[in-house]
């Protein structure tokens, strides 16, 4: 007896609807599960461009004194282009400075308004071959004549990976759990399923139905809740995308642009979550069928 689309469609939403409570509680679970692996993706995604911006970016920021003179300014430029362990730098002047810093402290009226251009010192934002090299190379540039401070970022990317590396393994710990209960909500909801049709399946057995014929069917069940709380959890990840950027652009952050995880980026994370889903429900009622259903 061959396999026909039609009935395995019908069959499928049938039994759904039957065990649609506990239908509710495995595609629910599965959502749960898929939404913190997908903000753990985004987090990682997030933090990865975030160091790249900062770490293989600007690496080393040499503050000039406010008021340095064209010549050691000149004089230290001219070292950082000779120096082989800096791959590039670029000069910030004291109005870009004061630029940033509004941007900074966007919040702060009080503190702008008193502080002028000619308050910020110029800087040289360099960018290093290794970041190993901060050190020698800080150590080179803090004597210098016009040179008020050399500041390294490297602690607070380290810091902030070590953060987010414990906080993405609880995530992601929390996820794995969530999905093996998932996985066991599905195997029950199919287990119901096959004991609510033991009679039918037992007349297409003596009627010579074919055993895929019998199972397809409940195979497709558990596909189908894993798909939709994968669905779920795709919708979920486009809301969290959306508030990360909305709080970003609200509190007008520039060095938190790069958290944001881009548009293709969060879609391929939403793409693997549907992938994820759908395994973790063809898994569930795979088994369920392996083991309850005597064909």
């Known amino acids: 007896m061959g396999i026909s689309v039609q009935y395995t469609v019908r069959q499928t939403m049938s039994n759904l609807w039957r065990n649609r409570l506990m239908t509710i509680a495995a595609t629910l679970t599965v959502a749960v599960s898929l939404s913190l692996v997908g903000a753990a993706i985004l987090l990682q995604q997030g933090v990865s461009r975030a160091a790249g911006v900062w770490k293989g970016g600007v690496q080393l920021i040499v503050f000039m004194q406010p008021q340095a003179s064209q010549a050691d300014t000149a004089a230290t430029a001219s070292l950082l282009a000779s120096d082989s362990m800096v791959r590039s730098s670029r000069y910030v002047n004291q109005q870009q400075s004061y630029v940033e810093f509004k941007n900074l402290f966007a919040g702060q009226k009080d503190l702008i308004s008193a502080v002028t251009p000619a308050d910020l010192p110029p800087s040289f934002r360099v960018t290093l071959r290794t970041a190993k090299d901060a050190g020698a190379v800080g150590a080179r540039l803090g004597g210098r004549p016009g040179v008020k401070k050399v500041a390294y970022n490297q602690a607070g990317i380290r810091a902030m990976l070590k953060v987010t590396g414990a906080l993405q393994d ?22 119901m399923a096959i004991f609510g049709r033991r009679r039918e399946v037992a007349v297409m057995k003596l009627v010579g139905a074919s055993n895929w014929f019998i199972r397809v069917p409940f195979m497709m069940e558990g596909l189908v809740q894993g798909l939709l709380g994968g669905a779920l959890a795709a919708i979920v990840l486009v809301g969290v995308r959306s508030g990360v950027q909305s709080l970003v652009a609200r509190f007008q952050v520039n060095a938190l642009n790069a958290v944001v995880v881009p548009g293709h980026e969060a879609l391929l994370t939403q793409l693997l979550l549907l992938l994820i889903g759908s395994v973790v429900g063809a898994a569930g009622s795979a088994l369920a069928v392996h083991r309850f259903l005597d064909v």
């Open 170 to 191: 609880v995530i992601v710990g929390l996820a794995v759990v969530l999905l093996v209960s998932a996985s066991v909500l599905i195997l029950n909801t199919i287990r």
